[in-house]
Structures are given as structure tokens and as C-alpha cells.
């Protein structure tokens, strides 16, 4: 399985000092969250910030089914998309298989997993809220933000 590459390659113009989280959303259509892991013919990857989002890559893979029809083994159809998908910090599908799952981690990616297709706007959107807040402790460390303690995000503000 080959995978085709589309990136862009202008530098993003706005000058920020947050480190950007890398994304993967499974697509079919290229506006929707709507494909499992295995059968996803595309991912967008998107750069997010909390107050940006842009897309800076279209991973796009060919059919693998075989000319008897049978499906390749397993491995020709995961790993290239696995490999493709280096760099990224989450991947949003419909549903991903145990053995998917088990190398996308092995990655460093972390696979999150939706019940219905969604806009993928929407995926962006939740995205930048989460960031906003406070992150879980291995997105800190993606993004590079400082170790805080647990009883600091929530400690009231005594000086008033």
C-alpha cells in the first residue's frame, strides 16, 4: 500500500509561542470525521492552538483489496498507514481494531474513538477547548508545557 502525500508548504504567517499539536482525522470526504482506522482512505492532519487550526497535510492511501479479491495480510494494510501518520499526537477515527490500536499507541499516537461521524470542525473545535483547559499529562508533554501540580489547578485565589 502507497501512501500519497499532500503538504503544505508555506510557512504559517502568524508568529505564536504555542507549540502546535499535531492531529490525524480519518476521512473519507475531507469535511467529516466518518472512517475506521483500517478502512480510511484519508487522514487530514492538522496543526492545532488554542486560538488556531489549519490543515498542513492530506495523507491519501490506494485500495489494498487484491485482484482474487482477497485482502492482503494485515500488516500491508496498518503499518504504512501507521508509519505515514509519525509526528501526529492524536488520531480521531469511527472505530479502530485491538492490533491498530496496540502499534498507533507503540507510535506515540493516542487513538480516540467517536460513535457517529461528526464535522470536522466540530473534532477542531473540542480540540481547541481541551487545550484551553487543562490538558491530560502526556499532551503537556507533547506540548511541552511545564509539570503542574494537581492541587494548583484547582487552588482558589487567597489574595483578594
Do not use: W
Amino acid at each position: 500500500m502507497t501512501a500519497r502525500r499532500l503538504r503544505l508548504i508555506e510557512p504559517e504567517t502568524t508568529m505564536t509561542s504555542e507549540t502546535p499539536l499535531k492531529i490525524a482525522i480519518a476521512t473519507n470526504d475531507m469535511e467529516h470525521l466518518d472512517a475506521h482506522f483500517g478502512s480510511a482512505r484519508k487522514f487530514a492532519i492538522y496543526e492545532v492552538t488554542t486560538t488556531s487550526a489549519r490543515v498542513v497535510e492530506v495523507l491519501e492511501f490506494d485500495d489494498v483489496t487484491a485482484q482474487s479479491g482477497q485482502h492482503n495480510d494485515i500488516d500491508d494494510r496498518i503499518t504504512p498507514k501507521v508509519e505515514a501518520l509519525a509526528g501526529c499526537a492524536l488520531l480521531f477515527v469511527l472505530a479502530i481494531g485491538g492490533p491498530s490500536a496496540a502499534k498507533v499507541v507503540r507510535a506515540g499516537i493516542h487513538p480516540i474513538k467517536r460513535k457517529a461521524p461528526e464535522p470536522i470542525a466540530e473534532v477542531l473545535a473540542q480540540t481547541q477547548t481541551m487545550l484551553k483547559g487543562s490538558p491530560p499529562p502526556f499532551l503537556r508533554k507533547v506540548l511541552g508545557r511545564p509539570k503542574t501540580d494537581f492541587a494548583a489547578d484547582y487552588a482558589e485565589d487567597v489574595s483578594e
